[in-house]
């Protein structure tokens, strides 16, 4: 099993930053995949970004050099997020993908980010 635990949401004004934080703990070196996604009332949950010990960093087109996906040991996750946008308003949820699963298999409570214009 894999804890997943978010932190850093909040507001923000158009045009400003922000960084988001998640701890894994237990059974991470079974993981083969961490990231982040988002979710709007009434829209499905979007891949924001993730990366891969051993394989390529994705991201989102509509945060294509304005946010940056980076670990610690694996076992931290962050999101920095700049130039924001009132469309990256959401709530963000961190989340890794077990070695051997095709989906994500933990997921953390998530954390509101609000973009204020």
């Known amino acids: 099993q894999v804890q997943v635990a978010e932190s850093g949401g909040g507001v923000v004004q158009v045009g400003g930053s922000l960084k988001l934080s998640c701890s894994l703990t237990?059974?991470?070196?079974?993981?083969?995949?961490v990231g982040w996604y988002r979710q709007t009332p009434g829209r499905e949950r979007e891949l924001v970004a993730s990366?891969?010990?051993?394989?390529?960093t994705k991201y989102a087109d509509s945060v294509k050099d304005r946010f940056t996906i980076s670990q610690d040991n694996w076992r931290s996750l962050y999101l920095e997020m700049t130039s924001m946008q009132t469309e990256d308003a959401a709530v963000y949820y961190c989340?890794?993908?077990?070695?051997?699963?095709?989906?994500?298999?933990?997921w953390g409570q998530g954390t509101q980010v609000t973009v204020s214009s």
């Open positions: 989340a890794a993908r077990r070695c051997g699963e095709p989906q994500y298999t933990y």
């Open positions: 237990g059974r991470t070196q079974y993981n083969c995949e």
């Open positions: 990366m891969q010990p051993d394989g390529p």
